[in-house]
């Protein structure tokens, strides 16, 4: 159960970091990603 709840906290944190880089980078990776998606 301890690994299990260790990687669970290790996505949430992950999740986090994700979204704060999002946030200050303004996503250009996204954009780009979107953009391939599209086509």
Not at 21 to 27: H, K, L
């Amino acid at each position: 159960s301890t690994i299990q709840q260790l990687a669970s906290q290790n996505q949430e944190s992950g999740q986090q970091l994700r979204q704060q880089a999002v946030s200050t980078e303004v996503t250009p990776k996204c954009k780009v990603r979107r953009g391939g998606m599209e086509k």
